[in-house]
């Protein structure tokens, strides 16, 4: 094991501080990177402040980590030292269920390893991203384009391959209406992906106050979900909705927004339960799913696509210092559109 510099949540109620985290010493097929950037995704809040349960305290979030690699084991064979590389929400799975076999891991049926939180193959509790180092196996490991600065690379972990996943999974397209409900975090990722993938996409935001941001990022119609109007007007109008909000919506109404055969893929994760109206889904036999990040082969592509069309999120560097605050402002919809920390700030 070996000591790096980190920031850490004590419990669920008290600041974020300044700290240092253990890593395993390199295995034959793991590598070391050090991290340049890492995002700060709502999940991180949720997780930090115990809104999904119980967390083993003191711990290190964040799972949108790019770097570069420092060293590798002697059995690593798809990276080398000096490549940029990118890290995600797991970092291991059991590699021999059903869905693991099939190449999707993210659904591995003992549960994959998550980033942070998670028990690692030595029993201890894995430590995220907001850290100047982390060692990972090297399947679970991706290749970053040169293409895409580092610093708008991190959030493109979580983010991008959350929305990336449902919108190629459901065959988002041109002759596909596709309706983004938020534009945060993930709402603009998923407008920027969804217009490059040729679909006409629509903006489903509380307010218009974003509108001009979502018409750049691609979107050809906004719209407020405030005004009782839009459900009215927009009534049997997508073929897929994609929610990235992580509160309580009206599954009645924004169910009554497909049309024949559409689905509803909720990628937003509110604390509470998400109430859904069986009678919503006979009309139109509409769907209601969920989706969860992707697999390490689909991250990859992802990536890919992003860099070969442009398509980076929009962000916002701080320091470590002000890590505490970035998690009021995100709380507040005060960032446009994504915190990522300059780990540099930490060493």
């Known amino acids: 094991m070996f000591t790096v510099n980190a920031i850490a949540a004590p419990s669920a109620?008290?600041?974020?501080?300044?700290?240092?985290?253990?890593?395993?010493?390199?295995?034959?097929r793991d590598v070391l990177i050090e991290i340049r950037y890492a995002g700060i995704c709502h999940s991180d809040i949720h997780t930090v402040r115990g809104d999904w349960g119980s967390v083993p305290y003191p711990l290190t979030v964040g799972h949108e980590i790019v770097g570069r690699i420092t060293e590798v084991?002697?059995?690593?064979?798809?990276?080398?030292?000096?490549?940029?590389?990118?890290?995600?929400?797991?970092?291991?799975s059991c590699?021999?269920?059903?869905?693991?076999?099939?190449?999707n891991e993210q659904y591995c049926l003992k549960g994959n390893t998550q980033t942070y939180a998670g028990v690692d193959r030595d029993g201890t509790v894995t430590q995220g991203g907001y850290s100047t180092h982390v060692v990972v196996d090297e399947d679970f490991v991706l290749r970053v384009p040169e293409s895409i600065p580092y610093e708008a690379a991190a959030p493109m972990l979580c983010a991008g391959i959350t929305t990336y996943s449902p919108l190629a999974h459901w065959n988002a397209g041109p002759g596909k209406k596709v309706a983004v409900v938020g534009l945060g975090g993930l709402?603009?990722?998923?407008?920027?992906?969804?217009?490059?993938?040729?679909?006409?996409?629509?903006?489903l935001s509380q307010t218009l106050g974003k509108k001009d941001d979502g018409l750049r990022f691609g979107a050809e119609h906004y719209y407020a979900t405030k005004d009782p109007a839009t459900f009215e007007a927009l009534k049997n109008s997508f073929d897929l909705i994609i929610n990235t909000v992580?509160?309580?919506?009206?599954m009645a109404s924004y169910l009554g927004l497909l049309r024949l055969d559409g689905t509803l893929v909720s990628v937003g994760a509110p604390p509470e339960p998400l109430p859904v109206p069986v009678f919503a889904l006979f009309g139109n036999r509409r769907s209601f799913a969920g989706s969860s990040i992707g697999s390490i082969a689909e991250t990859q592509e992802m990536l890919d696509f992003c860099a070969e069309r442009g398509i980076a999120p929009e962000v916002e560097v701080i320091g470590a210092e002000a890590v505490n605050d970035a998690y009021e402002r995100v709380l507040a919809s005060d960032v446009r559109y994504r915190f990522v920390i300059d780990i540099d700030t930490l060493r």
Do not use: F
């Open 73 to 92: 084991g002697a059995d690593v064979t798809r990276h080398a030292v000096g490549d940029r590389a990118g890290v995600g929400c797991m970092v291991n």
């Open 95 to 103: 590699r021999e269920c059903e869905n693991c076999r099939i190449g």
């Open 13 to 28: 109620t008290e600041p974020l501080v300044r700290t240092t985290i253990e890593r395993r010493d390199l295995g034959p």
């Open 187 to 203: 709402g603009h990722m998923a407008v920027k992906i969804a217009a490059a993938m040729g679909a006409e996409v629509t903006v």
């Open 246 to 250: 992580s509160a309580p919506i009206d």
